[in-house]
């Protein structure tokens, strides 16, 4: 079916959101993001939350063959993605005890592939979880599928061996029944569930803000978003296709959709996704049991090594067969009360893809995402940072900007500068609690822990 449909445009049968069910940070008054914040706080001290993470990818980009979580991209701290992410657990944790008086554990719950799942246990047995509890972080594995030729035929990977790879960050809702993940939800009594993906060093798990907007609204299912910084940047949207809810690659729509505009000038479909979703407990029961088998296949061409007639393992240049996935977000499809939240870029999402000497999303990227942010934090927080020269330095601008993104002159000069300022998560999970630091000045460089 896929491939019959594949390079089909959507454009007729697409329909924006409607403004009732889209939240925002920006739009959203003071006093509405502390009562979001309070909903959520509430239910992280009862226990009812918990966290899904995708960490079934390897860092092939990146030139490495260890899970993309265990990597550091050089902040002064010397973090990796894991322990930054643990540390932002135990943050709001720490955070929802204070507000609440109550001391409610998130369970988190880490998806690996084949290829991740044993790095990745023993290397949060080797830290000592970061500072979390043992029992509230549980690794589990997605399944895998074959890979085949464009013919249909399956692949040899190695000699008396079917070449496969793992079934799409889909494969998650299998999984969760397979893995006996869902009995482990419904015997914690988790009510309430945050998704998203290992490589986004700037991800606030477990976010309060978003979830407290999907809680104030009754929704069962939520999609965080950030605003498409132009009309033809290549990122998937969310909107409504056939009266059902569905994230559109954009391959799938017209230029003259992707550039329509709303009156304030903002893009029809902005929305774009970054991985980051919220489902009730319910909601993903109902999925697993009843929905899960009517998920559709996506066809991905891939370059897969295989095996001659001569028995010789062949590494192709070009694609040469089928990889079988689903997508984590194709269940939207299912919901009835379904909402988006849209955050902001540079606070929120700087994803590490590639290598260093790639345009965007390398180590270096994200790393100077998060310093930006967290001088942004500080500045905010009425602190002054002291460069060598003994002056306040500028703020530094953030690669991860609206501004930013994928531009042609993104190497400008002003990306050399850097500031050397990082905040633990055990300090400020998201710029609070920095109010001792008014009215003085800190020397640079900075690591508060």
């Avoid at 924006?16 to 739009?27: D, F, M, R, V, W």
């Avoid at 507000?99 to 719950?109: C, F, L, V």
């Avoid at 070009?318 to 990889?323: A, E, T, V, Y």
């Avoid at 330095?393 to 042609?408: C, L, R």
Wanted: neutral net charge; proline residues 4%.
């Amino acid at each position: 079916v896929e491939m019959s449909h594949a390079g089909e445009k959507l454009d007729d049968r697409m329909q924006p959101l409607t403004e009732s069910q889209c939240g925002s940070i920006a739009k959203s008054t003071d006093q509405d993001l502390a009562h979001y914040e309070n909903l959520s706080l509430e239910e992280i001290s009862k226990g009812k939350v918990g966290i899904l993470l995708l960490a079934g990818g390897q860092g092939t980009r990146l030139g490495t063959s260890y899970p993309k979580g265990m990597y550091n991209v050089g902040l002064p701290s010397q973090k990796t993605l894991f322990q930054l992410q643990s540390e932002r657990i135990l943050s709001l944790q720490n955070l929802a005890e204070k507000k609440t008086g109550r001391s409610g554990k998130i369970t988190w719950y880490i998806m690996t592939s084949a290829s991740t799942v044993k790095p990745t246990s023993q290397f949060f047995e080797n830290n000592n979880y970061f500072g979390l509890e043992a029992e509230n972080v549980v690794v589990f594995q997605q399944g895998t599928l074959p890979c085949f030729t464009f013919e249909g035929k399956m692949i040899l990977g190695e000699k008396y061996k079917l070449s496969i790879a793992p079934d799409g960050n889909g494969g998650l809702y299998r999984a969760l029944r397979n893995e006996g993940i869902l009995k482990d939800m419904k015997k914690k009594g988790i009510k309430f569930i945050q998704l998203y993906c290992v490589d986004n060093i700037l991800v606030k798990v477990g976010d309060p803000l978003f979830m407290g907007y999907c809680l104030s609204k009754g929704a069962e299912c939520a999609n965080k978003v950030v605003p498409k910084g132009f009309p033809t940047e290549a990122v998937g949207i969310t909107c409504k296709v056939d009266g059902h809810y569905q994230v559109v690659e954009y391959s799938e729509i017209t230029q003259k959709s992707a550039e329509k505009r709303n009156r304030d000038g903002s893009l029809v479909y902005g929305a774009a996704n970054i991985c980051i979703h919220f489902f009730t407990f319910d909601f993903i029961e109902r999925v697993v049991m009843f929905n899960e088998r009517s998920l559709q296949h996506h066809v991905a061409k891939k370059k897969i090594p295989y095996v001659d007639s001569a028995g010789v393992l062949v590494k192709p240049d070009k694609p040469n067969g089928i990889k079988m996935e689903k997508f984590v977000f194709d269940v939207f499809q299912f919901a009835k009360n379904f909402v988006v939240w849209e955050c902001l870029r540079d606070e929120e999402f700087a994803p590490l893809k590639n290598a260093e000497g790639a345009s965007d999303f390398t180590p270096t990227h994200c790393r100077n995402s998060l310093l930006a942010l967290h001088q942004k934090w500080l500045r905010i927080a009425g602190a002054k940072l002291i460069n060598e020269a003994g002056e306040e330095a500028k703020q530094m601008g953030s690669p991860a900007g609206e501004d930013n993104n994928n531009a042609p002159d993104n190497n400008n000069d002003e990306k050399q500068y850097v500031v050397m300022c990082e905040i633990s998560p055990l300090v400020s999970y998201a710029g609070e609690n920095l109010q001792t630091y008014k009215g003085k000045s800190l020397e640079l460089p900075l690591l508060l822990e």
